[in-house]
């Protein structure tokens, strides 16, 4: 079975940064690619990122390019979410979340982490 | 940027009626949308894909339609476990962007 288990979340101060790890297991994750998708409280979902399968090209959304840098280790079967300068509006839950056969559709995902970015 | 429109913003239906949930793209986006469906405390779900292609183990209740700039997402007698939200995603170009969601309830 398909299992993503994000962690590193919490709380942080405007401008601190943190490191979110998503740990996969129950399919080769060398061979998918992975992406990071964020929803704030009572809100929609955002997609954040994605990296290919051996980290050679990535992508971002506009309101974290600069500052989030999202990579992965194969041999550890990890994913993850660098976050740096991070702002009150980053504040959200975090799902990692495979992707569907090289299609930028998402399945299956993690639980989510949450980010809490207040002073 | 191509920016997905559900409607309605909520529909309240009881249980083993037929639901219709409307997602517009600003622009085309061929057949390359997604629907999710998301339940309280839950991480979202992958439904339909490429439109009309239902993800493996979702009920054949589900089902999707559409290209283009128009899709519906469909389900054909509504279960008390489909009370839930659901968004459409799109995949044709970056950045990928998601509805703002239909709330389904009862």
């Known amino acids: 079975e398909v299992h993503l288990v994000e962690s590193g979340g919490g709380l942080v101060q405007p401008g601190g940064s943190l490191r979110l790890s998503c740990a996969a297991s129950g399919f080769t994750f060398s061979s998918h690619w992975m992406h990071w998708v964020r929803q704030a409280p009572g809100k929609g979902l955002v997609w954040v990122s994605h990296i290919n399968t051996d980290g050679s090209s990535t992508n971002y959304a506009d309101s974290v390019k600069g500052r989030f840098t999202i990579s992965r280790d194969n041999a550890k079967n990890t994913l993850y979410l660098q976050m740096n300068s991070l702002r009150a509006e980053d504040t959200a839950v975090y799902y990692c979340a495979r992707d569907l056969k090289v299609t930028n559709w998402f399945d299956p995902w993690g639980q989510g982490t949450l980010v809490t970015v207040s002073s | 940027e191509i920016v997905l429109t559900q409607s309605p913003a909520t529909l309240s239906l009881s249980p083993g009626e037929r639901a219709t949930l409307s997602c517009r793209a600003s622009?085309?986006?061929?057949?390359?949308l997604a629907w999710y469906q998301q339940k309280p405390a839950q991480a979202p779900r992958l439904l339909i894909y490429?439109?009309?292609n239902r993800a493996a183990g979702i009920p054949a209740r589900f089902s999707g339609s559409g290209s283009g700039t128009d899709f519906t997402l469909t389900i054909s007698s509504l279960e008390p476990e489909d009370f839930a939200v659901y968004y459409c995603q799109q995949r044709r170009s970056w950045p990928l962007t998601f509805g703002q969601g239909t709330r389904l309830e009862i």
């Open positions: 622009q085309s986006v061929s057949w390359y």
């Open positions: 490429d439109a009309s």
